[in-house]
């Protein structure tokens, strides 16, 4: 069978507060970022993603802030919904490497109703 | 409507028993990926297909193979699958490299159960 994973970090949150998941990278020359949201049972779907050249861009209700000083990268999302528990990974690509984004370690959000 | 199909959703097959999982996508993206995920892991690049360009991740068991007929369909043969082959593999696409073009469309996987 499956080999047991690794817990994931949990953040638990109630429904309608905002609800704040960090990503730290490694990557100094990382330029692209991507959030993906996996609900269970299903594939990562994209969320939202930003470039380098920015730090902050806003979607319907999420919020993507980046620190390249400090190489950290949050996912804010307001008023959470019970529809928003999922486990959220961010992905980065590195300029001058593979054109494919490297997934994070992902962070379970559990919204309590 | 679903842009990138993956049949079956569940697949169970015998130890050492070789199995196919499909893909096929709508969206008319260069660029095909095959991910293995396990229980809460990132999803793990097993290889990719450029057009009919193919790119093997360097720590992807020769067990695992992948054939791409046409830019719609791509399939990933396991050709002896062990008890630590299970897990959920998803495959996904994208238009191409740069910017926007690495947004990756991911199908709902198929999970796999190895006996």
Known sequence: ?113 | DAMVIQNPRYQVTQFGKPVTLSCSQTLNHNVMYWYQQKSSQAPKLLFHYYDKDFNNEADTPDNFQSRRPNTSFCFLDIRSPGLGDAAMYLCATSRGSGGAKNIQYFGAGTRLSVL
Not at chain 1, 81 to 86: H, L, N, R, V
Not at chain 1, 104 to 109: I, V
């Open chain 1, 1 to 113: 069978g499956e080999s047991v994973g690794l817990h994931l970090p949990t953040l638990s949150v109630q429904e309608g507060d905002n609800s704040i998941i960090n990503c730290a990278y490694s990557n100094s020359a990382s330029d692209y970022f991507i959030w993906y949201k996996q609900e269970s049972g299903k594939g990562p779907q994209f969320i939202i993603d930003i470039r380098s050249n920015m730090d902050k861009r806003q979607g319907q209700r999420v919020t993507v802030l980046l620190n390249k000083t400090v190489k950290h990268l949050s996912l804010q999302i307001a008023a959470t919904q019970p529809g928003d528990s999922a486990v959220y990974f961010c992905a980065e690509r590195a300029s001058g490497g593979s054109y494919i984004p490297t997934f994070g370690r992902g962070t379970s959000l559990i919204v309590h109703p």
